[in-house]
T-cell receptor
Framework: GENVEQHPSTLSVQEGDSAVIKCTYS??????FPWYKQELGKGPQLIID?????GEKKDQRIAVTLNKTAKHFSLHITETQPEDSAVYFC??????????FGSGTRLQVQP | DTEVTQTPKHLVMGMTNKKSLKCEQH?????MYWYKQKAKKPPELMFV???????INESVPSRFSPECPNSSLLNLHLHALQPEDSALYLC??????????????FGDGTRLSIL
């Protein structure tokens, strides 16, 4: 089955800095890669996703890149703000099953 | 606000109780999911319903019994739970199950505590 590894497990940045979270996946048949943000006491919120026919996608301060050859995908957050503090999960999906999640990254943005 | 609504938000029950968790979505999605999430861990899939039929059961103990009365509603019936079942139970929905490129949208979960 699919295996998704996520790094780092914790990340602390100063407000205004950039944050990068990286994931690798094992199954080359995976073709959809969402990112979720989970705040305390809330469910995971989809913040951006990318499909395997695209190398990069941006939405304001958030971007995701995908390297299918290396089976890597990354989340980039620019100009971080305290409200970006949360746990972020990457996931991979190939159809037929549900999402396989990474282990999560706790991002703390210091004001 | 999330478009997937879960009730109750918190539930405390004894090991001999019977209770139900409820989930509702009005996005016209035909796939609904139950996940279990322990503290500091990612969500773990429990069940998938596709067009109101159970399509995936991830070897979940029979003390958890899912039900999908219609395309908008998903229930999880609980009976004789163990303390280790204490967790956040998340419901999610997507347009179709088994297809790629289908974003899943999560509710805020029910925080379950077993005494």
């Amino acid at each position: 089955g699919e295996n998704v590894e996520q790094h780092p497990s914790t990340l602390s940045v100063q407000e205004g800095d950039s944050a990068v979270i990286k994931c690798t996946y094992s199954d080359s048949a995976s073709n959809y890669f969402p990112w979720y943000k989970q705040e305390l006491g809330k469910g995971p919120q989809l913040i951006i996703d990318i499909r395997s026919n695209v190398g990069e996608k941006k939405d304001q301060r958030i971007a995701v890149t995908l390297n299918k050859t290396a089976k890597h995908f990354s989340l980039h957050i620019t100009e971080t703000q305290p409200e970006d503090s949360a746990v972020y999960f990457c996931a991979a999906y190939k159809g037929g099953r549900a999402l396989t999640f990474g282990s999560g990254t706790r991002l703390q943005v210091q004001p | 606000d999330t478009e997937v609504t879960q009730t109750p938000k918190h539930l405390v029950m004894g090991m001999t109780n019977k209770k139900s968790l409820k989930c509702e979505q009005h996005m016209g999605h035909r796939a609904m999911y139950w996940y279990k999430q322990k503290a500091k861990k990612p969500p773990e899939l429990m069940f998938v319903y596709s067009y109101e039929k159970l399509s995936i059961n991830e070897s979940v103990p029979s003390r958890f019994s899912p039900e999908c009365p219609n395309s908008s509603l998903l229930n999880l019936h609980l009976h004789a739970l163990q303390p280790e079942d204490s967790a956040l139970y998340l419901c999610a929905s997507s347009q179709v199950a088994g297809e790629s490129n289908q974003p899943q949208h999560f509710g805020d979960g029910t925080r379950l505590s077993i005494l």
